[in-house]
């Protein structure tokens, strides 16, 4: 039965009762009208309000969860859909709510898919120059500084050693952006030891102690599943030395069940009330999507925060 006719009949009943119970009780309504009169005629409307109310609420629940549901959509957190239930026009809409749903998915899965491809593509063309143009620049200069520190007086020796020392710096710098940008050790040398690299660089550079226990048997992953692993490491990593005001960091990495569980532990001071949809947070939620993998960021039991991710293994 459709809605608009369930409505229509349960309110006619209602009616019908109300004025078969009317004609047929003993009950009159005086002029001037008593108070025991309005008193009757005030309870009788109570209850047909009351049954009115019990009657309609069941029929008009399934667009309150829709209506709920559409509020808390994510299309960062796939796959949830709304039970069809009620009359067929809801079951229509829910349907038809729930196929949307999965176009949009779909078509933010591919569009994001394309977006990251077209950002990892930009990175690998800024690291290329940076490795091949300004770093040979730089090496060239400091060739230059040596050769002309040799020519100067003793006494200002020290102003070319100087400036040795800052292009030195500044091409180690240069190249350690450009490492960032693209990971060239995971094409090359593999997942496990681009990680082991990348942990070194950040003890190095943070300053903190970092453990990491890294599986040597793992089972074998898509070269995308790879990269979306060591992203979500690196921005992790990054997020602990930037936010977490951390002093030790765990890194782990092991076989789940047909799957990669990458777990990064600090003992920080949590999130704090940080929101979950900052730039970082957000991209990797948008790589996990793009490969399937489960995304969960949480309090640890050292006081921080865990960062897990599930990759589902390549299957053949």
Sequence with gaps: MSLFRRVFLLNAALLVCAGLFVALSPITVSTPVKVFDEAVLGVGILLVLAANYLLLRPAFKPLERLAERMKNVDLLRPGRRL????????????????????????????????????????????????????????????????????????????????????????????????????????????????????????????????DWDFATALPPLAPDAELALYRVAQESLTNVARHAEASRVWLSLQPGRESVVLRVVDNGRGMNGRALNGGGLRGMRERAVLVGAALAIKPARAGGVEVRLEVPAETR
Aim: without cysteine; glycine residues 6%; hydrophobic residues 40%.
């Design 83 to 210: 039970e069809a239930g009620g009359s067929p026009e809801i079951v229509e809409l829910v349907r038809s709510f729930n196929e949307m749903l999965e176009r949009l998915e779909t078509e933010r899965q591919e569009s994001g898919r394309l977006a990251l491809a077209a950002q990892e593509a930009e990175r690998k063309r800024i690291a290329g120059e940076l490795h091949d143009e300004v770093g040979q620049s730089l090496t060239g200069v400091l060739l230059l500084l040596e050769q002309l520190a040799q020519d100067v007086p003793e006494q200002r020796r020290d102003v070319f050693v100087e400036a040795q020392d800052t292009t030195r710096k500044t091409v180690d710098e240069v190249r350690r952006i450009a490492q960032e940008l693209r990971p060239e050790m995971l094409e090359h040398l593999g997942l496990l030891s681009a990680l082991k690299a990348l942990a070194m660089r950040f003890t190095d550079q943070a300053g903190l102690e970092l």
